[in-house]
């Protein structure tokens, strides 16, 4: 085990292509150091001014960067696995990538309260992650794989979500206003309380093409969204909000729709046999369509 306790500068320094396994590299400055292709599983980097550094395609495994500063720090291809990022300071950090196989893996990550404004976080795999309570604002996560995530208490003004896939994660009480989800797996998520609302009188999130499948949307502020062709079949949206939304072409087969809001819905196009909408608020049913109540 390397142990680095030192004031040394080490900015911009060259470590690329290294084995640090296990190292802890306390009191160094770090900034714009270059660990490309380096081993650094299971180091302890806690609290570190890692400001711009590159870790392109590194071993992150297990490495504690709790409250670490790693704003404007490129880890594109890099293998976060179980990684403790708590509190980690991720603004403009560049993780994703244009493709798959170019973007960081942070699957069981412990991302918790991290900042990742303006962050790239494009088709990088974040399976069984914990979010909560992080600020995503304006990051860019199409494509992601956040599927069993919990990204609950998370806030992401302006956020893409397009294509993503969060299927069975935990969205309660995000809030994701003026953002965009198009295309995004949510079969079975957790989106209860969750705000996809507007900061803006004419403003609006999109959702259009989402799988909503078995969704619990219980309590879900969908005020002015764009949601046209959905597939709502049995989602939970008790207590609803969605005056003023856009269904068009929307799947609501078997949803339960008791209490939520529809005033200002247009529901010709949508698909709502077998849904409770006699127990919905505001609801302008077609005549055709009475009997499906």
């Known amino acids: 085990m390397l142990v680095l306790q030192t004031e040394a500068d080490l900015r911009r320094a060259d470590l690329s292509e290294t084995i640090l396994t296990e190292a802890v590299l306390a009191g160094a400055d770090l900034s714009e150091v270059d660990f490309g292709s380096t081993s650094l599983a299971n180091a302890d980097l806690r609290g570190q001014d890692l400001q711009g550094t590159r870790f392109d395609n590194s071993d992150l495994t297990n490495v504690d960067l709790s409250g670490a500063n790693l704003s404007g720090a490129s880890l594109r291809g890099a293998h976060l696995d179980g990684a403790n990022l708590h509190g980690a300071n991720l603004k403009s950090a560049r993780i994703g990538s244009s493709r798959r196989s ?9 991302l918790s309260g991290a900042d ?8 990088v795999s974040m399976r069984n992650a914990n979010l909560t309570g992080a600020i995503l604002d304006r990051v860019d996560m199409c494509d992601a794989d956040c599927s069993h995530c919990n990204l609950s208490g998370t806030t992401g003004k302006n956020l ?9 994660a935990n969205l309660e009480k995000a809030d994701y206003r003026d953002s965009h989800l198009n295309a995004a797996n949510l079969y079975r998520a957790n989106m209860s309380g969750m705000v996809l609302g507007s900061n803006h009188t004419e403003g609006f999130s999109a959702i259009n093409l989402a799988n909503l499948q078995e969704a619990n949307m219980t ?29 068009s072409g929307t799947i609501m087969r078997n949803a339960n729709v008791r209490n939520a809001n529809f005033e200002g819905v247009e529901l010709v196009s949508v698909t709502m046999d077998f849904a409770n909408f006699s127990e919905a608020l505001n609801a302008d049913i077609p005549n055709f369509k009475q009997n499906l109540r």
């Open 102 to 110: 170019g973007a960081a893996v942070m699957d069981g990550c412990d």
């Open 116 to 123: 990742l404004s303006d962050a790239d976080l494009r088709y």
């Open 160 to 168: 893409l979500m397009i294509h993503a896939e969060l299927q069975e």
């Open 219 to 247: 309590g879900i502020l969908m005020r002015n969204i764009a949601a046209e062709e959905c597939n709502m079949k049995k989602a939970n949206l008790t207590d609803a909000d969605l005056t003023d939304a856009v269904l």
